[in-house]
């Protein structure tokens, strides 16, 4: 069992940057993949970024790359959202999802959700 607290998140320009942690729960944090969903309101639940369990794979959505930077710290049982260049298309609840995905594109593929964290960019 993993529990996941996603924090940092908060009101920025546009522009401007955030990084959002997610915390997990349980000593076999190192063992699962990580990802990053993002859901806009009105709209579905969109992936954004993945990391593997040893860093060693790393996948973004075409409209973060460049401009986001997923990370993972296996001793801190943290997974990180650096978010740079945010604009108001940006704005949504940003969730981590933790599990062995068979598509790390697809939320159904993870086993852990956490809460989501707000993130809102004013222009």
């Known amino acids: 069992q993993v529990q996941l607290v996603e924090s940092g998140g908060g009101l920025v320009q546009a522009g401007g940057s955030l990084r959002l942690s997610c915390a997990a729960s349980?000593?076999?944090?190192?063992?699962?993949?990580m990802g990053w969903f993002r859901q806009a309101p009105g709209k579905e639940r969109e992936f954004a970024a993945f990391?593997?369990?040893?860093?060693?794979?790393?996948v973004y959505a075409g409209s973060v790359k460049g401009r986001f930077t997923i990370s993972r710290d296996n001793a801190k049982n943290t997974v990180y959202l650096q978010m740079n260049s945010l604009n108001p298309e940006d704005t949504a609840v940003y969730y981590c999802?933790?599990?062995?995905?068979?598509?790390?594109?697809?939320?159904?593929?993870?086993?852990?959700w956490g809460q989501g964290t707000q993130v809102t960019v004013s222009s």
């Open positions: 349980g000593r076999a944090f190192s063992s699962y993949d």
């Open positions: 999802a933790a599990g062995r995905p068979s598509n790390a594109w697809v939320g159904t593929s993870y086993d852990y």
């Open positions: 990391i593997s369990w040893s860093g060693g794979r790393i």
